[in-house]
Each structure stands twice: as structure tokens, then as C-alpha cells.
């Protein structure tokens, strides 16, 4: 028995920080890039000031390693950081459907494929660095804590964007004036509301509302930051707790010993207070003044391009435009991610021409063979030349980006369309994928869906446990029918092997043998058709006895 892996299309986290701006025309001429720490930097901003915001996020990456050792900090996907001149150039990548981004001057997009942060880094504009801190705290979050409920993903983003070099020391935690002035005009909310907010509230979706909303998360967090001493680990409990899906108002009474009526009259408290405690770290390594380069014209449409495809699925047309020009000027990932468009638009044979282009092009992301095999996935047969060809596409993949987890994920799921029972291969890379990327509930399914190819039954039962146990019932439900059916098939392939083998003893004249197989098996819970011919045959063998 075989089974189609699940796959994962284009998932979409979008978080946003806010400001005003200017407006001018888009240029993609006079842009740099640097890679530094694991990070691709691509900056429209003058040198002096790109430098300057790359080595402020490479120190504050680092603190966020000594505030949180046991968290990840290598995310498992690229993550591009794209520093826009100002308002106006800026303004084309930020709108999202259905949601006010007038005000935004920074916002994290996570997708299956890649991370990215982006912001506005006109000098003019207040917060900027705020801002790029704030994102790069979604992006830790998102990989470390993905199931945070959004008031403590927000309240801890305000809370890290506080972060400043003073001297040669690091501080965070300071106050946000702005934010007091908000909750002393405005009011807290109440915190069953607080915790309520979802993408689609109008306390995230609007202006006046959203700012309400960021002050209080923030509040909040601080509060929780601030607790002394001891009671550290009970504010550790309360946040592992709520990672693990327990709800707010359950971790504070069951970590803290706190109903909602007793934190909101602590929050009201916490509001007054004269001074705020920060933290304020011991001198961290130096950053080495990051080496930029020229990037092309075409090379930043296409890196545009590709941000705009995959993290504004609404815009496929701007993307296409960006690429078309980078891929028609010879570089050729904008073909790859050309086709990923194609593809998703329900143009197969055009999506496999520009895959093709990419390739024999000569393409060297990592991003363009995943996209490219992903596809070959999703159109292959068990077995076929196609499935083949995948794989090598997405061993290209890892081995042009070892880090980037997906390629992974998918080259693993590709076993279950393999006419093999060598399995091994597909269940390593499967078990990494998850270790890297454990809020990705499809990549334990297909390793369980692997197993029980594999004969691993029990292994798959308790991987299904964990996914239910992680909140998705339907796939948990999905994956304890099929364990079911397995088990039911493997069970059934062994009573036809033992009724075969008693067959042959018999044929032997190994009489008694073969009656004691039977009588064993009649026993069992049989097919009909199988109790049919257990129950005669050991009627002729009680005659010829």
C-alpha cells in the first residue's frame, strides 16, 4: 500500500510594524548586497548607512542568543533582508489585501520558502532601526516558537525592538514612551479581549486600534520580563506552556497562580511605575564591518521579484513583470520562480518550460531547484521517471544550500512515490526536516506515512499521537486510519504467508505440523474468504490423520 505525501503550498505568516513616509519612483538601479551571519542583505539605502543597519541586526541577533540559548537561532529557511530607500519604493511590497499598511514602516513575511524581513531605511523616518528589530524578533519567534498566541508574538517583538549599543555595552527592555502615553489615554482593554486578537481583529487591523493593541502586548511582555528572581521560571513555564497551545488565561492561573482579574489589576499597577527595568548586556563580540557589492539591475529585479511572488501571492503581476525583465536579461532563477507563478496559476506546460529554462540556464539557488522539484513532485507518478528526476533536482538543492530545510522535507516525502522498499534514505531526511522545522505538522505525517511503508508500525502510531496531540485532529485522524490499514494488510500478508507455509507441510506429509499452523490461525480473526479455506483444509487434514 502506498500513499500521496502532503505537501505544503506557499504558507504565509505576515507580521508589520508601523510609520509613516514619503513617496517617490522606484529604481532598481544602485543597489548592494552583502551575506552576513547566515543573512542576504539587499540594500537601496547609501553604504555607509546599509553597513550600519547590518551590523546593528548582526549585534542584535547576537543578544538574542545570550538572552535565549535554547532557542533557534539558525533559521532553517534563506532570509533575505531588503532595506528600501524610502516611502515610495517600499510602499509596492508592503500592501497586502484586506489589511491598512499606510502606517507600516517594517514587516516579516515567513513563507515555506524563505523569510523576510523588510523595511523602510530612509533615515528621515523615525524608528527604522525599531523596526528592522522588531521583524528580525518575528523571524527568531517563527522558528522557535511558532504556535505563540499573536499578543505575546507582538508584545515580544516591541519589547526586543528596544534594543540599543550604549558604549560597549547592550541594553533592551527600555521603556516606550509612546506606548505608556497610548494605555494612559486610552485604557487597557480587557484581557480576555487581548487575548482574542487574531490577524483578522480591527484591534490588529487598524490604525488607532492596532496601536492600542501593540502597547498593551508590549506591556505585557515587559511585565513578565521584570518578574524577579525565582519567579523567572514560572514566567519560563507560562511561556512554554502558551508555545504548546495552552491558552493565556490556563498559563497564568496554572504557572503564575494568577486569575485575568488579578493580572489586569497587576498590569494597571505596572502602568504607574516611574521607571522600567531593562536588561543590559556584557560587551558581545565585534562585527566585522560587512563587504558590500554592486548588485545588477537585473539581479534585483529578480530578488524583488521572487519577495513579490511568493509573499504577495495577490500581486502575481507585478512579480511577473520583475521577472520576465531579470529572466529575459539572462538570469536565470527568475525562470524558476517564473514557473512557481505558472504552476500556481494552473499553467502546468508552461511552468515546466520555465522550469526547464532555469536549469538548463544554468540557475545556482538553492530556492530555484526546490521550486522545480516540488513541481516534478506534484505531477509524477509512483516509480516514473519524473519522481526520479525530483529527486535529483531537490539533492541539487541541499547541496547547494545544506540549511535550507524544505528541499529537505520534500526530497524525503519523494520516497513514498518510489517503487522501492528502500525507504532509509526518504526517513533521514524526513526525521532532520522535522528536527529543523517542528511546527510543520505534513513533515512527521509523511515520515509516519514512510514508516509504515517500511513495515515501522509502531513508530508511525505514536508520530500520529504527537500530530493530534499538536492540535491538528484531522490529519492525526487521517494518519491513525491508514496506520490502521497497514497494520490490517501486513496482518492479512501474514496469515496467507502461514496458511502457504502450512500447505507446503502438508505436501510434505508434516501432517501434525501443519494442523497446529492452522488450528493457530483459526484462532485469529480471519478474511472470509481466508477462514473459508482454513476450515477445510483442516477438515482433510482431520481425515487423512
Known sequence: MRWAPVWVLGALLWFGLGAPGLARPESFEGWTEAEVAGLRFLSQTEPERTRELISSL???REALRVLAPDAVHDAPVPTDVIVFANEAAY?????????????LVGHFTATTFGDWIAVNGDSSVAGEFRAIYHEATHAFIAHSFPNVPLWLNEGLAEYYSTFRVVGSREEVGHAIEHHLRALESEGLMPLRTLFGVDATSPYYQEGERSGRFYAQSWLLV???????????????????????????????????????????????????????????????????DPVLRPASVNWVRYRLGTFLALSRPDNASAARFRLKSAA??????????????????????????????????????SLSYTLYGRFLLTTAEPGSERAIWAREMLEQAIALDPAFVEPRALLGSSYLLAMTSQ???????????????????????????LLI???????????????????????????????????????????????????DLANRRQLEEARNILL??????????????????????????
Open 58 to 60: 548582526i549585534r542584535f
Open 91 to 103: 510602499r509596492p511590497y508592503k500592501q497586502v489585501a484586506g489589511r491598512n499598511t499606510d502606517h
Open 222 to 288: 515587559h511585565y513578565l520580563m521584570s518578574v524577579p528572581g525565582d519567579d523567572q521560571r514560572a514566567v519560563e513555564r507560562f511561556l512554554a506552556a502558551v508555545a504548546d497551545g495552552v491558552s493565556s488565561e490556563d498559563a497564568f492561573r496554572s504557572s503564575l497562580g494568577m486569575s485575568i482579574s488579578q493580572v489586569e489589576r497587576t498590569l494597571r499597577n505596572y502602568t504607574q511605575r516611574k521607571e522600567f527595568d531593562y536588561w543590559s548586556l556584557a560587551e558581545l563580540p565585534a562585527v566585522k
Open 328 to 365: 529575459d536579461g539572462g538570469v536565470a532563477d527568475a525562470w524558476a520562480t517564473l514557473g512557481y507563478l505558472s504552476e500556481n496559476a494552473g499553467q502546468p506546460d508552461e511552468a515546466e518550460d520555465f522550469f526547464n529554462r532555469a536549469a538548463s540556464g544554468g540557475a545556482h539557488e
Open 423 to 449: 525507504t532509509e534514505a526518504g526517513i533521514r531526511q524526513l526525521r532532520e526536516a522535522w528536527r529543523r522545522l517542528p511546527g510543520r505538522l505534513d513533515i512527521p505525517f509523511n515520515l509516519a506515512m
Open 453 to 503: 511503508q517500511s513495515g515501522h508500525t509502531e513508530e508511525a502510531d505514536r508520530i500520529i499521537d504527537q500530530i493530534a496531540a499538536l492540535g491538528d485532529k484531522e490529519l492525526g485522524a487521517k494518519g491513525r486510519r491508514l496506520v490502521e490499514e497497514a497494520r490490517a494488510q501486513r496482518t492479512a500478508q501474514d496469515q496467507t504467508a502461514r496458511f502457504n507455509q502450512a500447505v
Open 520 to 545: 493457530e490461525l483459526q484462532s485469529e480473526r480471519l478474511s472470509k474468504e481466508l477462514k473459508d479455506v482454513v476450515d477445510g483444509m483442516l477438515d482433510r487434514l482431520r481425515t487423512a490423520m
